[in-house]
């Protein structure tokens, strides 16, 4: 009997991890692709669509619907608009695993929705854990589903504590590769432009993603996320910088015997483990090669020169709303820095500004999330007319 594959929803296929997905996913051929999902990528989703002959193709903004209805007419393929597109194409029951692999808050609701439907989430997207943590992984758990994480050093983590219990965990060694501005001093990356961090050394990742890793707030970010996901304390966990990306991260026990997961820095590992976990099968990523390391170095992260790290932890701390209003206001600056309106450090001293403007709401709803986020995002942009 031939072993029926399982479906899968990916939410921002266009994107970095969607795409990477795709073609691990095709390589794989244990899955079958359900539906694609994109915000305005058109071009890019009509040829993944036409690849992968998913039954749903999603777009979320609306004034390219028409133009997708035409340009996949003739394929069995139904296109959806909007949420309500989300939405079904991520509860629907045929549905085995949701990757939810688009960028921005926007993932959060349909996220929810596949989690109270049940669904296997291989969740690639930050915002998620860290605005909605504290509610999403309780709600997880109450409806069975569970959250596979996709980022590397989550995945890392999460391999290491395989068959170990969390109350034997001492503390969670999270790796960073320092961002493309590590080697500069405080006074040359003031007048770095987003161009230089573009060029980021070892990750092939989006733009947002590499800002955000220059500036240690994907580390912040990963912080949060790594609290909720492993369900340690903020003094259980700390960043080692260690530029080569070899080590994805570690974990050390009690006993302190430290395990680490290693390989190339290729995020189709992650991306296939979550799918397949707990299998493993062979693909053709590269694998390590010893003999070529020439070492591996690791440093403590320099919270002076990138303050967006010390931000994230202590936004995470103060609980509450007040990492949503991190992660809207980050968003926001980082589109100016990459627009070239704002310079490098105008993104953290213009997220603690608001920070210190909004007030936090303690025990907030998703309702709570979504407005605070909205108000965020608008009063950053007035901030910066
Ligand atoms: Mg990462």
Partial sequence: MIESKRKITILGSTGSVGTQALDI?????????????????????????????????????DKYYIE??????????????????????????????????????????????????????ALANKETLVTAGEIIMPLAKAYGSKVLPVDSEHSAIFQCLNGESSSTVDK?????????????SKDE????????????????????ITIDSATLMNKGLEFIEAKWLFGVSS?????????????????????????????????????????DYPERHYNSVKSLDFTQLSALTFEKPDLDRFPCLGIA???????????????????????????????????????????NQFSNIKKPTLEDIFETDIETREYVKKLLG
Wanted: proline share 4%; with cysteine; charged share 20%.
């Fill in 189 to 208: 990356i003031r007048h770095l432009k987003a161009t230089e961090a573009l060029k980021h050394p070892n990750w092939s990742m989006g733009r947002k």
């Fill in 25 to 61: 996913i095709k390589e794989s051929q244990r899955y079958e692709v359900y539906a694609l999902t994109c915000n305005s990528s058109i071009n890019k989703i009509v040829e993944q669509a036409r690849c992968h002959l998913p039954k749903y193709v999603v777009i979320y903004d």
């Fill in 172 to 184: 969670i060694l999270l790796t960073a590769s320092g961002g493309a501005f590590r080697n500069f």
């Fill in 235 to 275: 003094e259980q966990i700390e960043v080692v910088v260690h530029p080569q990306s070899i080590i994805h991260s570690m974990v050390q026990f009690k006993d302190h015997s430290v395990i680490a997961q290693l390989g190339v820095p290729d995020m189709r590992v992650p991306i296939i483990y979550a799918l």
């Fill in 313 to 355: 932890v202590e936004a995470l701390k103060l609980g509450g709303t007040m990492p949503t209003i991190m992660n809207a206001a980050n968003e926001i600056l980082v589109d100016a820095y990459l627009k070239d309106k704002i310079g490098f450090y105008d993104i953290s001293d213009t997220i603690l500004k608001v920070m």
């Fill in 68 to 121: 997708l209805l035409k340009a996949l007419d003739g394929l069995p393929i139904h296109v959806l608009v909007g949420m309500e597109g989300l939405i079904r194409v991520v509860t629907d029951e045929e549905v085995d695993i949701v990757l939810t692999s688009v960028v921005g808050n926007i993932g959060l609701k349909p996220t929810v929705e596949a989690i109270k439907a049940g669904k296997i989430i």
